[in-house]
């Protein structure tokens, strides 16, 4: 395969029936989707690993998308090639594909060598099933519902050939059998509700129907707004289905393709008009002979015989100018049996051509050769080999070389970490462009590493690499905006750059832009769009954004309060370690509201909560020693927790802290530490610790008798307070 890894088709393969017919009905909209709609897919896993594939980025941008349009689309087609050829696609999902990609074949000369014989074989495969007498005996058995008359037609339409359509007899009968089974009727329906039956599509089947309706919006007004249908609802997630109002959306979709939002239609005239258009698409694809396979299959042989020519000349000429010394015969030989091209793949043998040309000074080969050395492809893995190569090619100014060594450097992978060395092979590489290397370099200048720290001097690299579209200095550049780090503060523009990364699948930026519109930060506050962010970043793994989605849920902001998944969402950040979330979930096991109440499963959350440092965390540890809540009550472990906390001006823990001294309890009883305590707590405002000073002043406990200070305090306590 050229275009395709194998253990891409592995994943593919891997997938569910429904997530798996929903991939090939993104690779099928690939050859002609707009670049906004490719990039709508760019967070989906099948597609980050065909981009990764394809450029070697992590991330998609509308511009790089453009960039690689060719690319994607070869990919595809030879990823759909490959999967059917294993056999991985029903029947009727080849139906549907198999039109598809005959457009595709005549409207995109650069795909026909790639798609010549996959079509000759596909329509081949469908020539040889004959439909019609399978439908009608699953008509007539009941298997396409009157209840789901539209999911019916649409399934029958998908199935249908040249064949059937020809035989005006078959047809008639066709028809004949939806009409006595109810399917096709005269009953009229709000066009409301046919579009809502399309919103509810259920997943396995979303993926299938997407490619037969965009096959018929071609020549349907209808199918094109059941595709407007699926875009912007069907094929969300669940969550972002419950963040959306279904009914708006489909109001939207009536109003945007001017139609009447009372209108009816019946099943019987919407058969009539998606049939049109299935006749429409088979009889042009049969008018340009898109099945003559001789021609097809001769096209794409010739092309391919062509190519195997060249390459087997190509070699054979290398091989030849090699063998003589000639250094960029010897790369090239060397690059070619390292990716299989013209030759098959061969790392011993790359190495021993890349190791000619580098030691005669190629740049381009001493780089290939070290990364053969660093990953043991055709040689024992070396890092001291990698980075002397790697310092070849980057003293010639190989830019990638440049990277990678600081990128040794700066992760101490193959060298030992020098981050001085890192800045310099970093600021190599970022002065000649690369976006990588300048995000590095500013995360150098950010944190100190080999380098003053200089968060003006951060701000420039990172601003440089963001412009590049590199999502992790969009993210890096926001932070600055929103902290005022090297810039001044600007939250609409962190929000922006934060919007800028989340879009390419930045968890730390999804989370941050979900933060934002949390807290109306740079953009107006909404609940619902936030929660998105978080969902996203969350999908991702992102613990912090796990948190946030747990308080989303149980203040029911953004979505209906729910203390169970709150607590679920509270469990998984935990588990990660979120110290905030451990706190969290500690609560709900002290306070037994949503979960059962076990004060023992409470005291270990707090507890590791209270190792990271999480004040809150240590606060509560406190009070279960203190009473003895899932642990044995132990005055001196809770004075100890209340201590580090009462020093950094913590009301609580100062009250706290004057009890533990005030009993005396495994502490030594000391008056005079326990009312300085509640001094300073009630200095702060905290109305328990003034009640227990104007005790002090009253009874001279740990201090001499004033009335008229225990009467002040006493005051001070009863006064209202904001709650």
């Not at 009727?92 to 995109?108: A, E, K, T, W």
């Not at 979930?585 to 590791?608: D, H, P, R, S, T």
């Amino acid at each position: 395969m050229k275009y395709v890894k194998e253990e891409d088709l592995s994943y593919f393969m891997q997938q569910s029936d429904a997530d798996f017919d929903m991939i090939i009905a993104g690779m099928s909209s690939i050859f002609s989707d707009t670049d906004d709609k490719v990039q709508a897919m760019a967070n989906q896993g099948w597609f980050k690993r065909m981009w990764k594939t394809v450029s070697g980025s992590n991330h998609a941008t509308k511009e790089t998308i453009q960039q690689n349009n060719e690319k994607l689309s070869m990919y595809a087609a030879e990823a759909l090639s490959e999967l059917y050829k294993r056999n991985c696609m029903d029947e009727r999902m080849l139906m549907s594909l198999g039109q598809r990609l005959n457009d595709v074949y005549l409207s995109q000369t650069q795909l026909k060598g790639m798609l010549g014989q996959f079509v000759v074989s596909l329509n081949n495969k469908i020539e040889s099933v004959n439909n019609f007498h399978l439908l009608i005996t699953e008509i007539d058995e009941g298997l396409y519902s009157s209840d789901s008359a539209l999911i019916s037609i649409i399934d029958i339409l998908s199935q249908l050939d040249n064949r059937v359509i020809q035989h005006t007899r078959e047809m008639n009968a066709l028809t004949a059998a939806m009409e006595h089974h109810y399917i096709l009727t005269d009953k009229e329906c709000s066009i409301l509700n046919i579009l809502d039956e399309i919103a509810v599509l259920p997943p396995e089947i979303i993926g299938r129907y997407y490619i037969e309706l965009f096959n018929l919006s071609l020549n349907s007004p209808l199918a094109k707004v059941f595709i407007n249908v699926m875009k912007q609802y069907t094929m969300l997630s669940a969550l972002d289905k419950k963040l959306k109002k279904k009914d708006t959306i489909l109001k939207d979709v009536i109003r945007d393709n001017q139609l009447d939002e009372n209108a009816e239609l019946s099943t019987l005239e919407i058969w009539e008009e998606l049939f049109k258009s299935k006749v429409f698409l088979l009889e042009s694809q049969d008018d340009l002979n898109v099945s003559n396979s001789h021609d097809v299959a001769l096209e794409a042989t010739e092309s391919e015989t062509d190519s195997e020519k060249e390459d087997k000349i190509d070699i054979h000429m290398l091989e030849k100018e090699a063998e003589q010394g000639n250094v960029d015969a010897q790369f090239d030989l060397g690059s070619s049996y390292y990716s299989g091209k013209g030759v098959e793949q061969d790392y011993q043998k790359a190495v021993h051509w890349l190791g000619k040309a580098a030691e005669q000074g190629d740049t381009e080969a001493q780089y290939f050769l070290g990364l053969c050395y660093y990953k043991g492809n055709g040689v024992e893995k070396n890092y001291q080999k990698a980075i002397h190569w790697f310092g070849k090619a980057a003293e010639q100014g190989d830019v990638d070389a440049q990277f990678d060594l600081g990128s040794s450097y700066y992760y101490g992978e193959g060298a030992e970490q020098d981050y001085q060395k890192a800045v310099h092979w970093f600021g190599k590489a970022a002065e000649q462009g690369d976006a990588e290397a300048q995000y590095l370099l500013g995360l150098c200048y950010y944190g100190g590493n080999g380098v003053e720290k200089d968060y003006k001097e951060a701000v420039n690299w990172f601003e440089k690499a963001a412009e590049q579209g590199n999502s992790d200095a969009q993210f890096g550049l926001g932070s600055c905006y929103m902290d005022g780090k090297g810039i001044e503060k600007n939250c609409q523009e962190g929000a922006y750059w934060f919007g800028m990364a989340a879009k390419q699948g930045n968890a730390n930026a999804q989370r941050c832009l979900g933060l934002c519109y949390y807290n109306g930060d740079g953009v107006e506050q909404d609940y619902p769009e936030a929660v998105s962010w978080f969902d996203k970043a969350a999908e991702q793994g992102d613990a912090e954004a796990k948190y946030c989605l747990g308080l989303c849920y149980i203040n029911g902001n953004g979505v209906e309060k729910d203390y169970h998944e709150a607590v679920s969402w509270f469990a998984k950040a935990a588990e990660q370690g979120n110290a905030e979330a451990q706190y969290r979930l500690g609560l709900c096991y002290i306070n037994g509201k949503v979960v059962e109440k076990n004060c023992q499963e409470a005291a270990y959350w707090f507890g590791m909560a209270a190792k990271q440092g999480n004040s809150n965390g240590q606060f509560c540890l406190g009070l279960c020693y203190y009473n003895g809540d899932g642990v044995k009550k132990d005055y001196q472990e809770a004075a100890s927790c209340f201590l580090g906390l009462a020093k950094k001006e913590n009301a609580n823990a100062q009250r706290m802290l004057g009890l533990c001294y005030y009993k005396g309890k495994r502490v030594e009883q000391d008056y005079k530490e326990a009312f300085r305590w509640f001094a300073k707590a009630a200095t702060q405002g905290d109305a328990k610790s003034q009640l227990f000073l104007s005790e002090c002043y009253e009874k001279g406990i740990g201090v001499e008798k004033d009335p008229n200070n225990a009467r002040y305090w006493k005051e001070e306590a009863e006064k209202p307070r904001d709650k």
